[in-house]
């Protein structure tokens, strides 16, 4: 690949004269449908020429959380381009941000904001927010339908001080349904992630005085509890043991056919992971200057209060001006049309408010 | 092959030709040598580069790190203890299993089995082999895990009240060391039964001969002559044995349940070296990656102490054997 | 006795000449002791049995959950598909919390082409290097050991070496070029190649002994009547003893290469991710290995299907490269 630079900035060039000049006749349509105000977000969106000039490949890879997500929004765009520019690997947010700093990947997806003392070998980095969803609470037991958890036992049942499901307090929390006794095993991650880290910053903030273990990418989960890889992985041991309970996104939950808790929330109501529950949990929080925001335990009215949020993350700095534009062309794309594919796989698209920084953010990403 | 043969000439004639020089066959003898010395370099080069990688572990956490009960990267506790405690009992469950499986296999070949069922039972023993081990895993996993809970929480309950019984046989949800165990068992079976097939071979025929003579059945046969004939070349097998289950990763990453912990319930979760390598290499941080790349070395120490004596073990056989003949 | 038992693995006369003390004095034996007798019997048969009936359950159910991905026409051709939509697409639990497709019935997302062509062509590249890397130079090693040092000290130590690193953990290699290989290079270091140099320390010391092995049966005579003629030692193993231990060292090599095929700690580190053909040493990459964990990792139906058709796919190539090796190695035996 090196060997071809002169080709690929003559290429790249080309194709950045071609993105400007579709935004040029984005820009010009703009008067005949600004009614909807996705129709601005369409401006950005790259054409089908754009993508096709694309020469460089992006690797990227990290958070599970959102992989159904990305694994559908990669499969179109490279259809587009008729060969495979971006892929995306799912192997937690931990790893993502670690090999992003040791440049073994050129992007990173990352549910989690990296810690104070994580650098990154790149230089500066930066935070697209690209979807949002909920982390349910899984569970694989027979006879029970509609379980509801209130903060309190929720962080009992993950702490192991309640361990069987017909504990009096589970009882409480569902006085409709009969519950056998059980025994609960409950499935966590094993490696560096996002959802634990989002997980238990919710169980810190809903229920300060039953949880102690903290939060963070990995936890000390007591004895007697269970690790398993990816949400995919917690996803796929909850359903093969009967008694377990796990925190896993939606997708890879209903992937697994299991059945989602409700949550109570700060108003007392019992909240399932509901498309409509994700949006007025996002309506509710505050986005910061470098696009971070923070959307658990949210206040609103049905706001479902385990929804976390994710981030691919970039270098706004690369050697390769190539790999810039496929970048660029990338994340406007997951940003404009790739998010009508979050619905169909168990997420919610970001609010255009946030879209539109976002979008506007992708220009910092510099070749140099 | 990669030979360079001359074009022309039947190959008598080429090699009365040009037989007479030496420097060609020098320069051969110095190509062989480097390939020779290649398995040298790789293997000191392995221990080496690992070695400087883990010492930034090694020195920061010195003997917690060797002696340490908690291995808990995300807190800055990285005692190896409960990935070793796990590969060794992990280890030794398998072998539980297969040394009996093992030899019993290598009697019913060599002594048993009629001569044309031979071949077949060798194959599928080979096959065995042959099969990978994230095959086994996924296998394990999928088909396995939903039966190994019910049962082993069947015999939890039934050993309930016994002491030392319901320590070692627990409540369980399925992955766990004896989950891990059994299906090391089965990968480890072929080496152990084809080397001591092997072994048993070894067991000079008048011996044997001379025992039936004597009025012995076969299985006493075995007992007084094969056996006792045999027993260090089996210890060697057995330790082969240990060598490859100690190494196996993916399959018992899939059904061990990921928990690095120090437990004597079998049917308890837990975690190997290996698996944890496996889990965690690539986005550990530059401490868990040099405590990672550390247990590397030590896995890589303990598999060549066991290879070692299994070597040596197999040796004293050969030897003696020649010795004898 | 003429047999040589020390090195056969077949020995015979040890069946006929226990059935004929057994036939001789079968009638006299005590009750117990023609129990313990018959009882060990059936415990070998057992042990046997054990061993055989999970491997029997196994192969059926590879089979039989990965045949029909395996036959499905584009599996050898298409590239590697995205699950996620099509399993999805019809969840009714999802579709009641307000997710799902909304658009309406648009059943094109359910239909998905299984392929698995992208970790087939993988997995033949980095088999392949790994086997160019590690046969030649297995080859010449023996070479060396067997007809050069002999029971020189430094051959004892290299051979010893050799069997000391064949227990090496294949996680181990993977480790050790992750760290040496892919970290120093970046996202270009993840690679077939990587992979292939993983691998390949795998295969060496398989291969060193296996054609030692080999090596050592070819008669002597051969060499002194080549050495008769004036022959060099390097022109007599090139055209006598290589030649002649030909087939040994091919089926020892094939073996090697199949152990190499199956692995997947190595692999998982170095190789990278793609879904489409990779044709290339150089790029990311994927093998069958690498895809039957990580779509069991994705969990959903087709992504299920997809990691047990790679399964059966991987122990086919296997068996038949461990088949075609036991019959190379069974004809050289005989002749």
């Known amino acids: 690949m090196k060997r071809l630079r002169p080709m690929t900035v003559l290429v790249a060039t080309v194709a950045a004269l071609a993105l400007f000049a579709a935004a040029c006749g984005g820009s010009g349509d703009d008067s005949s449908k600004d009614t909807t105000t996705t129709a601005a977000a369409a401006a950005d969106a790259p054409t089908d020429a754009d993508i096709k000039a694309l020469t460089a490949t992006a690797a990227g890879g990290g958070a599970s959380f959102p992989d159904a997500f990305y694994q559908a929004v990669n499969s179109d765009f490279n259809g587009v381009a008729g060969k495979e520019l971006v892929t995306y690997a799912k192997s937690g947010s931990s790893d993502g941000r670690k090999q992003l700093a040791d440049q073994t990947l050129q992007f990173a997806g990352s549910d989690s904001l990296p810690k104070p003392e994580e650098t990154f070998k790149g230089g500066e980095i930066l935070f697209f927010p690209t979807v949002a969803a909920p982390i349910t609470v899984s569970y694989n037991l027979d006879g029970v339908k509609d379980l509801q958890l209130s903060p309190d036992t929720l962080a009992g049942i993950m702490s192991t001080e309640i361990k069987v499901w017909n504990d009096p307090k589970v009882a409480a929390d569902n006085p409709d349904a009969t519950l056998p006794s059980t025994p609960i095993v409950v499935v966590h991650r094993s490696d560096g992630s996002g959802t634990t880290n989002n997980f238990t910053k919710y169980l810190v903030a809903a229920a300060p005085n039953t949880w102690k273990l903290g939060s963070g990418d990995t936890v000390a989960w007591p004895t007697g509890t269970q690790g398993a890889e990816k949400n995919s992985g917690v996803a796929q041991l909850i359903k093969q043991t009967s008694g377990a309970v796990g925190y896993v996104d939606l997708a890879d939950s209903q992937k697994a056919g299991l059945s989602v808790a409700a949550i109570k929330d700060q108003a007392g109501d019992y909240v399932k992971p509901t498309a409509d529950g994700v949006k007025a949990a996002l309506e509710n929080s505050e986005v910061a200057e470098n696009l971070t925001y923070n959307p658990l335990n949210a206040k609103g009215e049905g706001a479902y209060p385990i929804t976390a949020p994710t981030w691919i993350i970039t270098y706004a700095k690369y050697t390769d001006a190539a790999l810039v534009s496929t970048l660029q062309t990338y994340l406007r794309y997951v940003l404009t049309t790739g998010q009508d594919q979050a619905q169909k796989v168990g997420y919610v698209a970001i609010p255009e408010s946030l879209q539109t920084k976002a979008l506007a953010q992708v220009d910092k990403i510099t070749a140099g | 092959m990669t030979v360079t043969a001359p074009a022309d000439g039947s190959p008598a004639a080429s090699l009365l030709e040009e037989g007479a020089g030496a420097g060609p066959d020098r320069a051969f003898r110095t190509v062989t040598l480097v390939a020779g010395t290649m398995v040298l370099v790789i293997l000191l080069l392995i221990a080496v580069t690992m070695t400087v990688r883990a010492w930034p572990a090694f020195s920061e956490f010195g003997t917690s790190y060797f002696f340490g009960t908690e291995w808990v990267p995300s807190e800055g506790k990285y005692g190896i203890l409960p990935l070793v405690w796990g590969t060794v009992l992990v280890s030794l469950i398998a072998l539980v299993f297969a040394v009996p499986m093992s030899v019993g296999i290598a009697l019913f070949v060599n002594e048993l089995a009629p001569r044309r069922l031979r071949r077949p039972v060798v194959t599928v023993v080979d096959i065995l082999a042959a099969v990978p081990s994230v095959v086994f895993g996924l296998w394990a996993f999928y088909n396995l895990l939903p039966g190994f809970q019910t049962v082993f929480n069947g015999i939890a309950d039934a050993v309930a009240g016994i002491p030392v019984l319901n320590t070692l046989f627990g409540p369980s949800t399925g992955s766990s060391f004896m989950s891990a165990g059994l299906i090391l068992a089965l990968m480890i079976t072929p080496i152990i039964t084809s080397v001591t097939r092997e072994v048993f071979a070894t067991v000079p025929e008048n011996d044997k001969s001379g025992a039936l003579a004597l009025g012995a059945t076969r299985w006493e046969m075995v007992r007084g002559v094969v056996f006792p004939h045999s027993m260090g070349g089996v210890t060697g097998a057995v330790m082969l044995g240990l060598g490859r289950a100690m190494g196996e990763t993916v399959a018992v990453a899939l059904i061990i349940g990921a928990r690095p912990e120090i437990s004597l319930n079998l049917f308890g979760v837990g975690e190997t070296m290996p698996a944890q390598i496996f889990r965690q290499l690539s986005e550990a941080g530059a401490l868990l990656r040099s405590a990672l790349i550390g247990l590397g070395v030590i896995l890589l120490v303990l598999t060549v102490l066991v290879n070692v004596g299994a070597r040596r073990a197999v040796v004293a056989v050969d030897r003696r054997v020649k010795g004898t003949a | 006795m003429t047999t040589d038992t020390a090195t056969g693995t077949d020995p015979v006369p040890a069946t006929r000449s226990s059935e004929v003390a057994v036939a001789l004095t079968g009638g006299t034996l005590g009750a117990g002791r023609r129990m313990r007798n018959t009882a060990a019997s059936v415990l070998m048969v057992l042990a046997f049995l054990l061993a055989a009936t999970p491997l029997v359950v196994m192969g059926v159910q590879v089979f039989s959950q990965g045949i029909d991905a395996v036959t499905s026409g584009s599996w050898w051709t298409a590239p590697i598909p995205e699950t996620g939509r099509a399993d999805l697409a019809d969840n009714e639990a999802l579709q009641d919390l307000g997710f799902g497709d909304t658009s309406g019935g648009d059943s094109s997302a359910s239909e998905v082409v299984l392929g698995m062509a992208p970790a087939i062509v993988g997995t033949l590249l980095t ?186 796919t991987l122990v086919g190539i296997v068996l038949v490269l461990t088949l075609v090796a036991r019959g190379i190695s069974r004809r050289f035996q005989i002749g």
């Open chain 3, 127 to 312: 088999v392949l290097g790994a086997s160019v890397l590690a046969i030649p130079l297995g080859i010449l090693g023996a070479v060396y050991l067997h007809e050069y040092g002999k029971k020189g000290r430094l051959a004892r130590l290299i051979r010893f070496m050799t069997d000391v690193m064949t227990g090496v953990p294949s996680v181990v290699m993977g480790v050790f070029v992750y760290t040496v290989w892919v970290l120093p290079r970046g996202v270009d270091g993840k690679s077939a190649l990587a992979a292939s140099l993983a691998l390949a320390c795998l295969m060496l010391p398989i291969v060193v002994r296996s054609t030692e092995e080999m090596l050592k049966l070819v008669p002597d005579n051969l060499r002194e009547a080549s050495a008769a003629l004036g022959t060099r030692t390097w022109k007599t193993t090139v055209k006598v003893v290589l030649p002649a231990a030909l087939a040994g060292i091919t089926s020892g090599s094939l073996l090697a290469v199949a152990r190499a095929a199956g692995e997947t700690a190595p692999v998982v580190f170095v190789i990278g991710f793609v879904t489409t053909t990779n044709l290339g040493f150089l790029g990311q990459n994927t093998t069958l290995s690498a895809q039957i964990y990580s779509q069991q990792q994705n969990g959903g139906a087709l992504s299920t299907e997809l990691a047990w058709g790679a399964a059966l």
